[in-house]
């Protein structure tokens, strides 16, 4: 037997899937268990008591029991609120799904998630009050970066760490080049000064000072083409919910 602990706590519903005649497999974002797969039986029944709290971008205080490695299981919900806009809006929905799967891919399964569960959630709230999930997600991407090996240092030039110059990007050197240095790669970014910023704020920014942040659209584009990048070249994920969100074209391209 494996062990499982009666206990409350707090999550978000992250995605669920049929199981079964009758019952789910839902995945919550916890705040003391990270990821965890919960089996809810009876979930597909009509008139199910606990339908409402097993949505999909619900969050609520749940009391279960939460297994270390095996399945986990819900026994009675307190509060539950839903991120309606998120619910309701297919963009909206698609950005948060891939933060969410983003950020299980970097921490997996049942591994204690710390201040990232409040940053998540507060990913989820700002993209719910209508703060541009775009850049919302890129904040997330570049901060998640440490958790897949990736630190590229967007602090100063990495030749001659010198912080006072133009600066661009380069993969091979793993972060900033000055022009003085631009030479070494051939094969830098070509960003310009805003992106360049952009990259450096986002990687130290705590999502809670964020109340308005405005990008312009051709930043975004150049934002989203670094990122894709180092997430391609670097990291090496595929997965669904970004293919989703190109396919969709939802994200600036
Ligand atoms: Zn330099």
């Known amino acids: 037997m494996s062990q499982t602990k009666q206990t409350e706590f707090e999550g978000i519903v992250f995605f669920r899937r049929n199981y079964r005649e009758r019952d789910m497999l ?3 974002l916890t705040d003391h268990f990270g990821f965890k797969m919960f089996f809810i039986r ?3 029944k009509r008139g199910f ?13 749940y009391v279960g029991a939460v297994s270390e490695d095996g399945l986990s299981f819900i026994n009675a919900v307190k509060e539950s609120t839903q991120y ?3 619910l309701n809006n297919i963009e909206l929905n698609a950005y948060v799904s891939y933060i969410f799967e983003l950020a299980n891919a970097a921490f997996g399964e049942s591994k204690p998630l710390g201040a990232w569960f409040n940053q998540l959630q507060q990913a989820a709230v700002l993209i719910d009050q209508g703060i541009d999930p775009a850049i919302i997600t890129n904040i997330i991407e570049i901060r998640l970066l440490t958790y897949f090996g990736v630190q590229p240092n967007l602090h ?3 030749i001659c760490h010198r912080t006072d110059r133009v600066f661009d990007f380069s993969e091979s050197y793993g972060g900033l080049l000055c022009q003085q240095h631009w030479s070494v790669d051939p094969h830098r970014l070509q960003l310009d000064r805003r992106t360049i910023y952009f990259l450096q704020v986002f990687s130290q920014l705590n999502l809670f000072n964020i109340h308005s942040i405005k990008v312009s659209q051709a930043t975004k584009i150049k934002l989203r083409r670094t990122l894709n990048r180092i997430y391609d070249n670097q990291v090496g994920l595929k997965l669904k919910s970004r293919r989703f969100l190109e396919e969709m074209k939802i994200w600036p391209a």
Do not use: E, M, N, W
């Open 26 to 28: 839902v995945k919550i």
């Open 42 to 44: 009876g979930a597909r």
């Open 49 to 61: 008591r606990l339908s409402a709290a097993i949505l999909p971008f619900t969050q609520a205080s």
């Open 84 to 86: 309606r806009q998120i």
């Open 156 to 158: 100063d030039c990495v």
